[in-house]
């Protein structure tokens, strides 16, 4: 079965750097766009940026310029580098793919953005 794996959330401050990972298993990862979606306390999940099988990445504007998605179709891993991150990029960020219609999703990592 389909499983996104999330890691390396933690407390970062303000202007500091943050990579997440997500590990991936149980269907062919490189024929399949990725995704990072996060959500912040009492807010809607939002989508950060997807990558696509071929290495295309989508940005929210929000990030644009910050953020910097990248995958490996060997080791089946996607990444999140976060730079100059702000207090607003508070959230928990999960690992997104989706399969014949079917959304599949990690647990989430929790990133604090705080001083």
């Known amino acids: 079965q389909v499983q996104l794996v999330e890691s390396g959330g933690g407390l970062v401050q303000p202007g500091g750097s943050l990579r997440l990972s997500c590990a991936a298993s149980?269907?062919?990862?490189?024929?399949?766009?990725m995704g990072w979606y996060r959500q912040a306390p009492g807010k809607e999940r939002e989508l950060v940026t997807t990558i696509s099988s071929g290495g295309n990445t989508y940005y929210t504007d929000s990030v644009k310029g910050r953020f910097t998605a990248s995958r490996d179709n060997v080791k089946n891993t996607v990444a999140l580098q976060m730079n100059s991150v702000k207090p607003e990029d508070t959230a928990v960020y999960y690992c997104h793919t989706q399969r014949s219609g079917v959304n599949y999703w990690g647990k989430g990592t929790l990133v604090t953005v705080s001083s």
């Open positions: 149980g269907f062919t990862f490189s024929m399949y766009p």
